[in-house]
């Protein structure tokens, strides 16, 4: 992570807001249906990943596997789409009527792969700005259990001990002949069996050694009391952030719930009248 | 009445709640079954076989007492160290064959990603709370974080349920049979439709119906296969674990534990 993203605004929030932001975020992404408001969304989301020190390469190295999945959720979305009642029919996609082809099916389909990629944004950010150890704190102030949290917190922390290993089961299954390179699915998940094994049986080691380690240091003696040397707490702008947070929802939530707004072509409809 | 039976109990609460908000909130007060597809009708006879077969388990093991472990502070913990141990192991290996790169494309976003199967193994060797533990682990970074975060430690319980039945089973051909056979289901009737409804009632990616049982069948499918081929060859390599006893006899002696 580079030092202009450990300097941002976003880095600096206590985890418990950037999980409220998460959880708003998500909550605003279900309510709103239209393309159109889905598209602002994702351009405020693209400006607030460039503020917080994200390169343009990096943000499209995030949206690029995203691309074929995109044309997935609109395919899976747009034929099932119910057309507004008396709503003008460009085309059936089946010849006897079948599947008509309109306006609010288009913008339905649409509005789910926008919807998609703004989610994945979203989840993405958030996690990449908060440290794990956040996340342990967090949880702990959440009253996870602390043999919860703390196992979270060691899975996180030895994601690149296990990557170095497997990574070396990998060369070591290379230099032996194993292929990965294969397009068919099948011989594919045949050459990953002799990596998932030994890399499962390495995990489980360690697993071991972190057990061995824990019950030496009398981690399980009483860890409802356990100390940290890390403490989160809320600063103003935290507290700024959670109120124009809450306004937020609350405006989406009204407007959709009593004024009936951001359905599928809400904004087509109030340019066209 | 043991905490078992207390669990059961909340659980068929819970199921009732359920069916009560489905039937006011969903079906609206229609006929029961109207609108439901065939493939509704074998779901709802799979759920039914296994809430029956729930019951008469219950009520043989029932009685049972439960073992209490006793520890310095006079409390029972949530985790052993074995199991966080265990727990930090999977959530590990799941991130690790993520970053990888280990998964086997189909068409994006679908995949067929080996980390995805570590809460359901971490539930079959660690108990329940490891796998959601595991679960939690897999949800907290994944891209849909609302649907991942309840419904993959969903999996580790299910599957912990499950293979403790399994392995009961004291034919080994009979128990690869079954544990076949499970996989297939409860990936066709439990995950499959727990992720679609997920991501369609909470997310509303997609619509429920079609896309389970029909446009993402074929992926339910070779999944399955997929999920049984990867818990195989690690349950083969490390059958202790998993408490899988083999009938294979050695030269002169007793069949045994592997």
Request: with cysteine.
């Amino acid at each position: 992570m580079n030092a202009k993203i450990k300097n941002s605004f976003l880095y600096s929030l206590d985890p418990r807001t950037k999980m409220l932001m998460l959880l708003v975020l998500i909550v605003i992404g279900c309510s709103i249906m239209d393309p159109i408001v889905t598209s602002f969304m994702l351009i405020c989301m693209y400006v607030l990943y460039r503020t917080t020190g994200y390169s343009r390469k990096q943000v499209w190295g995030i949206t690029k596997p995203l691309l074929l999945a995109f044309f997935l959720f609109f395919i899976l979305n747009f034929p099932f789409a119910t057309p507004a009642p008396g709503e003008e029919v460009f085309f059936y996609l089946i010849p006897g009527n079948k599947i008509p082809v309109t306006l609010t099916t288009i913008s339905s389909g649409f509005a789910s792969a926008i919807r998609f990629v703004f989610f994945i944004w979203g989840a993405d950010l958030i996690t990449a700005v908060t440290p794990t150890g956040d996340i342990v704190l967090t949880m702990n102030k959440a009253k996870c259990p602390p043999e919860a949290s703390i196992a979270i917190g060691i899975a996180f922390s030895y994601i690149p001990v296990l990557k170095n290993e497997i990574g070396n089961v990998i060369e070591a299954q290379k230099s032996r002949g194993a292929s990965f390179e294969s397009k068919n699915p099948i011989k594919k998940i045949k050459a990953y069996i002799p990596v998932i094994v030994p890399g499962l049986f390495i995990s489980i080691l360690k697993g071991r050694e972190i057990a061995r380690t824990i019950e030496a240091r009398g981690f399980t003696y009483d860890p409802m009391h356990r100390t940290y040397r890390k403490d989160i707490r809320f600063q103003a702008k935290d507290f700024v952030m959670m109120v124009f947070l809450a306004a937020l929802l609350v405006a989406v939530v009204y407007l959709k719930s009593q004024k009936g707004w951001f359905y599928t072509t809400f904004i087509l409809d109030v340019l066209t009248k | 009445m043991n905490k078992k039976q207390k669990i059961g109990i909340v659980g068929l609460v819970v199921i009732f709640a359920g069916f009560i908000a489905f039937r006011v909130f969903y079906q609206k007060g229609a006929k029961l079954l109207a609108d439901l597809y065939p493939w509704n009708y074998v779901a709802l006879v799979v759920i039914v076989g296994l809430l029956i077969w729930y019951f008469i388990w219950a009520k043989k093991t029932g009685g049972k007492e439960e073992e209490n472990e006793v520890t310095v502070s006079g409390k029972k913990p949530l985790l052993t160290s074995n199991q966080i141990g265990l727990a930090a192991a999977f959530g590990g290996a799941a991130f690790a064959f993520r970053a990888l790169g280990i998964a086997v494309p189909m068409v994006p976003p679908l995949t067929m990603d080996p980390g995805a199967l570590m809460p359901c193994l971490a539930g079959m060797c660690g108990g329940p709370v490891v796998g959601i533990i595991v679960g939690v682990a897999r949800g907290i970074p994944s891209g849909t974080p609302a649907v991942d975060l309840w419904a993959q430690p969903i999996k580790g319980i299910y599957w912990y349920f499950v293979w403790k039945q399994i392995v009961k089973i004291e034919d080994e051909k009979k128990r690869w049979v079954v544990f076949a056979v499970s996989t297939f289901l409860l990936q066709f009737f439990v995950e499959q439709p727990m992720f679609v409804a997920g991501n369609s009632f909470i997310l509303k990616l997609y619509d429920f119906y079609p896309t389970w049982p029909f446009t993402l069948a074929w992926y339910t499918v070779v999944y399955s296969v997929f999920q049984f081929v990867v818990f195989a060859a690690v349950i083969k390599a490390f059958p202790g674990m998993f408490n899988w006893r083999s009938n294979k006899r050695k030269k002169g002696g007793r069949a045994g534990k592997n």
